[in-house]
């Protein structure tokens, strides 16, 4: 571990202004977001109608969603109430590495529901033989390896970074852009790594998910009634929404932005991704799904009854 003579680092925050709004606003968006996404979970484990592949995956998208943003929103408000925005330098590298590692498991995740929605449409006859529980499992257990072989290289890199006089963060939460600026290191190794594997990430989940849903509309326009293409329509909006957001904001923050606008376009990239959007999700997907919506009420009405007993 080469970390010169800083052993801990100084988050500055978001902005100086409005600490108090903010810190109830993500107080109130982590608390909304961690019960949505528990919900989720909880009604694919006990409701039998939310059993299929693509609950499946939404199961795990929750649980990587909690994970991310518990990762990085409660210590921000724990430095926030407390006014101590210390962390230390091994915790803001484990910090830094489940951050990044639930990041990345997000968008191979989501290139592989979007493969499900494929068979799903296009494949009708054959998805539950496609779309297997050992099939699903497999795709889930290779999205993290996949993130685990892109994360751990630049993490390894990292450790081997210098700081030497300055410790400041200008960041909300450890990340590895803030961190790279203020080293003392050559830093050109790490960000070409950084760059490549963030390309390689965004560029082969990207291609999956466009050439899933290329074959879907292709196949939509296919069907007789208009009926049919609502059908299949609303089996993915959901699914496209989460997408749109999520690819949308990596690709914004990759428009080489002026240095000036740099730095406060990475934290609100980071407060969508880590607060925003996890926040968003549950209700994305329930907003006009009608099985989960009758699971939710049906989970009330036993629990109602279990109440009264």
Same mark, same amino acid.
Request: hydrophobic fraction near 45%; charged fraction near 15%; proline fraction near 3%.
């Given at each position: ?27 109130? @968006?982590?608390?909304?977001?961690? +019960?949505? $996404?528990?919900?989720? !979970?909880?009604?694919? /484990?006990? =409701?039998?109608?939310?059993? *299929? ?28 109430? @407390?006014?101590?925005?210390?962390? +230390?330098? $091994?915790?803001?590298? !484990?910090?830094?590495? /489940?951050? =990044?590692?639930?990041?990345? *498991? ?16 296009c494949k009708p006859l054959h998805y539950v033989t496609i779309m297997s529980s050992r099939v699903c499992r497999i795709l889930v257990i290779c999205c ?104 949308g904001a990596c690709i914004f923050i990759y428009m080489n932005p002026t240095a000036k606008e740099e730095v406060t376009i990475n934290k609100a990239v ?40």
């Amino acid at each position: 571990m080469r970390n010169g003579t800083v052993t801990t680092f100084i988050l500055a925050g978001l902005t100086d202004e409005l600490q108090v709004v903010i810190f109830i606003f993500l107080l109130f @968006t982590y608390m909304l977001s961690v +019960t949505g $996404n528990l919900t989720m !979970i909880t009604l694919t /484990f006990v =409701d039998s109608h939310l059993k *299929t592949p693509m609950y499946f995956f939404l199961k795990n998208f929750s649980f990587l969603e909690i994970s991310f943003t518990s990762a990085c929103i409660p210590r921000y408000l724990y430095n926030t109430a @407390t006014g101590d925005k210390v962390i +230390t330098y $091994n915790a803001c590298f !484990i910090q830094v590495f /489940f951050t =990044d590692l639930c990041g990345a *498991t997000e968008f191979f995740l989501l290139a592989a529901m979007s493969y499900d929605r494929y068979v799903a449409i296009c494949k009708p006859l054959h998805y539950v033989t496609i779309m297997s529980s050992r099939v699903c499992r497999i795709l889930v257990i290779c999205c993290w390896l996949a993130s685990l072989c892109v994360i751990i290289p630049l993490v390894s890199l990292g450790l081997n970074l210098e700081f030497c006089d300055s410790n400041v963060l200008n960041h909300f939460t450890c990340d590895a852009l803030p961190l790279v600026k203020i080293s003392c290191s050559d830093t050109w190794i790490v960000e070409q790594t950084v760059i490549i594997c963030a390309g390689m990430t965004l560029n082969m989940t990207l291609t999956c998910v466009v050439l899933s849903y290329g074959s879907i509309i292709r196949t939509m326009f296919r069907f007789p009634s208009v009926q049919q293409r609502k059908k299949a329509f609303l089996t993915c909006y959901s699914h496209l929404i989460v997408v749109s957001i999520t690819y949308g904001a990596c690709i914004f923050i990759y428009m080489n932005p002026t240095a000036k606008e740099e730095v406060t376009i990475n934290k609100a990239v980071s407060l969508l991704f880590s607060s925003i959007s996890p926040t968003l999700n549950p209700f994305i997907y329930t907003l006009r799904n009608n099985q989960v919506k009758k699971a939710f009420k049906d989970s009330l009405k036993r629990f109602a009854l279990l109440s009264t007993k």
